[in-house]
């Protein structure tokens, strides 16, 4: 860890704390929710080692980085320019762009707005399937009705969602930081409906810690979010109809090459397998190449099989040249 360096970036109205390592080919990593800079510890110096220029920023409302508080800060458009920026500061013209999670959609949507700015994206755990059909928080409240639904729960007023998980920091981090075999106790929220209660409840609380995830680690993403609070990365859960709605009238094809991976029991990719990845992908992707699915991997893929993980975006580095 000793040879990543801190910088502040200063970018698009805000100051991003970067964290870096190596020289080369310019390669950002963009975290999802509830993460971290530091979600790409193993990445960092991979890259770095490989001859490339790694820079994991913390995104806009997460650890050092400024936190703006009006919800309309995290649109995507708002997101992708932070990303661009990054860029800019480092004087490229363009740049390899890698996320994770709600990262993910960063890239995927940075490639359509600003694709001259990127060469090449790979998005981890979320695939790009073009846009929804109808706002997407009409569709959750249609599929889930009555029943609690995270993002439906984000999205309530009052902050509702960032009150709880800001008093137990650790409570919702460690439910969540969690392998698909971990051990649970009982979930003390067993009713499907949202009046039943919050999020934390509803998870049941894991008997040991992954082995990809040290006390330290927890320890460090716990002061992460106990210093900045969660409003920011709840925010971006805030915009996703008035991102389906500013992104309307964008050729939906991303012609840049790309890539997908993910944890074969990733709870978001639902079971699909490759063939069925590739069906949804590509109409939209003009160059898909890789899809990496990793056998016994959940959710937090470049943390939980960081070898694989490097593996598979080194080759797809490589394939650039």
Same mark, same amino acid.
């Given at each position: 860890?000793?040879?990543?360096?801190?910088?502040?970036?200063?970018?698009?109205?805000?100051?991003?704390?970067?964290a870096s390592a190596g020289s080369g080919p310019l390669v950002l990593l963009i975290h999802?929710?509830?993460?971290?800079?530091?979600?790409?510890?193993?990445?960092?110096?991979?890259?770095?080692?490989?001859?490339?220029?790694?820079?994991?920023?913390?995104?806009? *409302?997460?650890?050092?980085? =400024?936190? %703006?508080?009006?919800s309309e800060a995290y649109r995507i458009d708002h997101l992708a320019l932070d990303?661009?920026?990054?860029?800019?500061?480092?004087?490229?013209?363009?740049?390899?762009i890698i996320g994770h999670d709600w990262g993910s959609m960063v890239v995927w949507y940075t490639a359509l707005l600003h694709p001259d700015r990127i060469n090449a994206v790979?998005?981890?755990?979320?695939?790009? *399937?073009?846009?929804?059909? =109808?706002? %997407?928080?009409?569709?959750?409240?249609?599929?889930h009705g009555d029943n609690f639904f995270y993002i439906l729960y984000h999205n309530e007023a009052d902050g509702v969602a960032e009150t709880e998980?800001?008093?137990?920091?650790?409570?919702?981090l460690s439910r969540l930081y969690a392998s698909p075999d971990t051990p649970r106790a009982a979930a003390t929220i067993t009713d499907p409906k949202r009046s039943a209660g919050g999020f934390i409840g509803r998870i049941g609380a894991p008997l040991e810690q992954p082995d990809w995830l040290t006390s330290e680690d927890l320890d460090y993403f716990v002061g992460e979010f106990e210093r900045a609070g969660f409003r920011g990365g709840v925010n971006?859960?805030?915009?996703?109809?008035?991102?389906?709605?500013?992104?309307?009238?964008?050729?939906?094809?991303?012609?840049m090459p790309a890539a997908f991976i993910s944890g074969a029991q990733d709870m978001v990719i639902?079971?699909?397998?490759?063939?069925?990845?590739?069906a949804m992908m590509t109409p939209v992707t003009q160059d898909l190449r890789d899809i990496t699915l990793i056998d016994g991997i959940?959710?937090?893929?470049?943390?939980?099989?960081?070898?694989?993980?490097?593996?598979?975006?080194?080759?797809?580095?490589?394939?650039?040249?």
């Open positions: 860890m000793s040879a990543i360096e801190f910088s502040t970036v200063t970018t698009n109205g805000i100051d991003m704390r970067i999802g929710w509830p993460e971290s800079w530091y979600s790409w510890r193993h990445q960092i110096l991979a890259l770095a080692e490989a001859g490339y220029h790694a820079v994991a920023p913390d995104m806009r *409302g997460y650890g050092d980085t =400024s936190a %703006p508080k009006d990303v661009v920026g990054i860029i800019d500061h480092f004087g490229q013209e363009n740049a390899t790979l998005g981890m755990s979320v695939p790009y *399937g073009g846009r929804a059909k =109808s706002p %997407p928080l009409e569709s959750f409240k249609a599929m998980y800001d008093s137990d920091p650790r409570g919702i971006y859960y805030r915009n996703f109809d008035a991102n389906w709605t500013i992104t309307k009238s964008l050729d939906p094809i991303i012609k639902q079971g699909a397998n490759e063939t069925a990845l590739r959940g959710h937090w893929v470049q943390q939980e099989a960081p070898e694989q993980t490097n593996t598979a975006i080194l080759a797809f580095l490589k394939g650039l040249a």
